[in-house]
Structure formats: structure tokens, C-alpha cells
């Protein structure tokens, strides 16, 4: 069974400042997805970024990027010039066959 | 673009009774749609597959009886959380699977408070 791994339960991080969130995963699979979903207080799930495990090339979204390390399982979140509004819970996911494994979550403090 | 209801947000109500919760996709046609479950400062665990026109598939230890799952059409999926209990007080979370092969859509949960 794949198991996602965050071992980071908290981190907090100056506005306007960067932050890395880490996970890593347990698959024998060559071919699946990697996904970063942020919950805010509202409990609504919200992609940020998504991986195919294919690619080699990190994806990017605006402040968001990974860095994903598909020998090592790895699939660390980058959060560049931290705002406000990104204070929440990150969970970290694995796809595979369409079923969605989820990490234990990061909840992410911004410091004003 | 696409997006998931889910109804209703919050509920509350007594020990014993039968709690409806729906899985609308409103702008594409889900065939699978899937049902989660969320305990305070937890991860989501998946319960369910839930497949249109044909039986849900249910993960290890989650009980089909308890928790039943109808996918009658290709935009709506219902959990039934049967008898439920205070141990069934949880957040419950939908997801549709987008047939262009984008990310799952989330709902935004229902709060199950069951006193």
C-alpha cells in the first residue's frame, strides 16, 4: 500500500518570505501523480500543484514549485514570498488508479 | 470552471437517526466520484469509491451497511450515514472525477455533529 509522509505537523514562515514543506512517499509504482491540496479554515481542499511522476521537469505555479526527487520519493512544496492568505493546512497526496493517498498535513503559520 | 456542491454543509441531529448527504457535479458528467472522511486535525481518509450505475467500492474497515452510497446519475453521488452515532460525528468530503482527466474537484464537506 502507498504511504505518504509529512513529517513537518507545523512550520510558520515571515510574510514575504519562503518556505519549504516536505513529503515523502512509499510506492513501487513508475507511473502515478503527485498533488500539493492547501485547506484553509473553511475546510475547502484547493489544488495548488500537481506532478506527473513521468515528468522530470519541476512544476510551477506563480509562487508555488516543487522539487521532485522521483528516486528518492521525495516531493517537497516551495512557498515563495509568503502571504497572508496562504496560512493553512497542506496536505500532500499521492494518485494513483485515481485513488487519492493523503499525507497527515503541514499546517503553515504566516508571521505578520 | 468545474466545481462540486456539496449539501449540506452542517448537520446536527440525534443519536439513531439516518443522515442524507449529497455530491453534485454541476458542470461535467462524473462517473466516479469519491467519499472521504475527516477527523479534527486529521488527514482525509478515503471511504469509498463511488461508481455511476454500479456498486461503491468501499476501502478496508468501512463498514457498506453503515455508510451507503447511491451514484444514480452522472452528477450526483449520496452518502447515507445510517443510525449514526456520536462516533460518527466527523467531516465528510465528496470528490468528482473530471472525465478530461484534470484533478479531482472537491466539495466543501459536511460538518456531522451527531449528538
Known amino acids: 500500500a502507498q504511504t505518504v509522509t509529512q513529517s513537518q505537523p507545523e512550520m510558520s514562515v515571515q510574510e514575504a518570505e519562503t518556505v519549504t514543506l516536505s513529503c515523502t512517499y512509499d510506492t513501487s509504482e513508475s507511473d502515478y501523480y503527485l498533488f500539493w491540496y492547501k485547506q484553509p479554515p473553511s475546510r475547502q481542499m484547493i489544488l495548488v500543484i500537481r506532478?506527473?511522476?513521468?515528468?522530470?521537469q519541476n512544476a510551477t505555479e506563480n509562487r508555488f514549485s516543487v522539487n521532485f526527487q522521483k528516486a528518492a520519493k521525495s516531493f517537497s512544496l516551495k512557498i515563495s514570498d509568503s502571504q497572508l492568505g496562504d496560512a493553512a493546512m497542506y496536505f500532500c497526496a499521492y494518485r494513483r488508479n485515481e485513488k487519492l493517498t493523503f499525507g497527515t498535513g503541514t499546517r503553515l503559520t504566516i508571521i505578520p | 470552471g468545474a466545481v462540486v456542491s456539496q449539501h449540506p454543509s452542517r448537520v446536527i441531529c440525534k443519536s439513531g437517526t439516518s443522515v442524507k448527504i449529497e455530491c453534485r457535479s454541476l458542470?461535467?458528467?462524473?462517473?466516479?466520484m469519491f467519499w472521504y472522511r475527516q477527523f479534527p486535525k486529521q488527514s482525509l481518509m478515503l471511504m469509498a469509491t463511488s461508481n455511476e450505475g454500479s456498486k461503491a467500492t468501499y476501502e478496508q474497515g468501512v463498514e457498506k451497511d453503515k455508510f451507503l452510497i447511491n451514484h444514480a446519475s452522472l452528477t450526483l453521488s449520496t452518502l447515507t450515514v445510517t443510525s449514526a452515532h456520536p462516533e460518527d460525528s466527523s467531516f465528510y468530503i465528496c470528490s468528482a472525477k473530471d472525465p478530461s482527466n484534470q484533478p479531482q474537484h472537491f466539495g466543501d464537506g459536511t460538518r456531522l455533529s451527531i449528538l
Open positions: 506532478q506527473e511522476a513521468y515528468k522530470q
Open positions: 458542470d461535467f458528467q462524473a462517473t466516479t
